[in-house]
């Protein structure tokens, strides 16, 4: 029927051959490997979930942070603090820009 079927791609017995599609130099008793195509779909879609892992994390992370200098704002001795405060959420500000940088560029 001309159908086009991609070669079996099995692990070789000897590791520095890769894949193979013939069964006599393959691995005893080890499962069809899937093929490239899907293993860089795999491949992508696990780097897109542990992106969204660790922005998930940095955002728990950073809301707390933001609570906890809230908090301070509200003590009675904010006001001796206030500009040091300030300070401390501009370089959170910044913090976060950089991590969600990081975050980003590790998954490319």
Do not use: N
Request: glycine share 6%; proline share 3%.
């Amino acid at each position: 029927m001309g159908g086009c079927t991609e070669p079996a791609r099995l692990l070789a017995a000897r590791s520095e051959f890769g894949y193979t599609d013939r069964m006599d130099r393959a691995l005893r008793d080890e499962p069809e490997a899937v093929s490239p195509a899907e293993q860089r779909r795999l491949t992508k879609q696990a780097g897109l979930d542990a992106q969204a892992r660790a922005r998930q994390d940095w955002d728990g992370h950073y809301q707390r942070l933001r609570l906890e200098l809230a908090d301070l704002h509200g003590q009675a001795y904010a006001k001796a603090l206030g500009s040091e405060l300030r300070l401390m959420e501009r370089h959170l500000a910044k913090l976060d820009r950089l991590v969600r940088l990081a975050i980003q560029s590790a998954s490319v």
